[in-house]
């Protein structure tokens, strides 16, 4: 079993920028695919960026490729999730998901919610124009 905690969401202005911290605990990284979800009201749960522990695959979303940064520390089982230049459009709830087997090589699969066997709580951005 892996527990997930997500924290550092907030407002932003429109061009700001957050760092969302995804704490695991239990049975934690080893090689396990690690990834960002987010879910704004009304609408499915969507991909946002996802790696394996040896960094060799990093998916990231069109939407948020070149303003996110996935990455981990595995000394502290930390993950984090780095967003420059938000936009309004990013606005959702923010979730960390793990995998129980490694990252897949093709990104479709690591784009799957159901790929993912552990979630956090979530925790919401808000941007405002």
């Known amino acids: 079993q892996v527990q997930l905690v997500e924290s550092g969401g907030g407002l932003v202005q429109d061009g700001g920028s957050l760092r969302l911290s995804c704490a695991a605990s239990?049975?934690?990284?080893?090689?396990?695919?690690m990834a960002w979800f987010r879910q704004a009201p009304g609408k499915e749960r969507e991909f946002v960026a996802a790696?394996?522990?040896?960094?060799?695959?990093?998916y990231y979303a069109d939407s948020v490729k070149g303003r996110f940064t996935i990455s981990r520390v595995n000394a502290n089982n930390t993950m984090y999730l780095q967003m420059n230049s938000l936009k309004p459009e990013d606005t959702a709830v923010y979730y960390c998901?793990?995998?129980?087997?490694?990252?897949?090589?093709?990104?479709?699969?690591?784009?799957?919610?159901?790929?993912?066997?552990?979630w956090g709580q979530g925790t919401q951005v808000t941007v405002s124009s």
């Open positions: 790696f394996g522990w040896n960094y060799v695959n990093i």
């Open positions: 239990g049975r934690t990284f080893g090689s396990r695919a």
């Open positions: 998901a793990a995998a129980d087997v490694s990252l897949p090589r093709l990104k479709a699969y690591a784009a799957d919610t159901k790929f993912y066997q552990y």
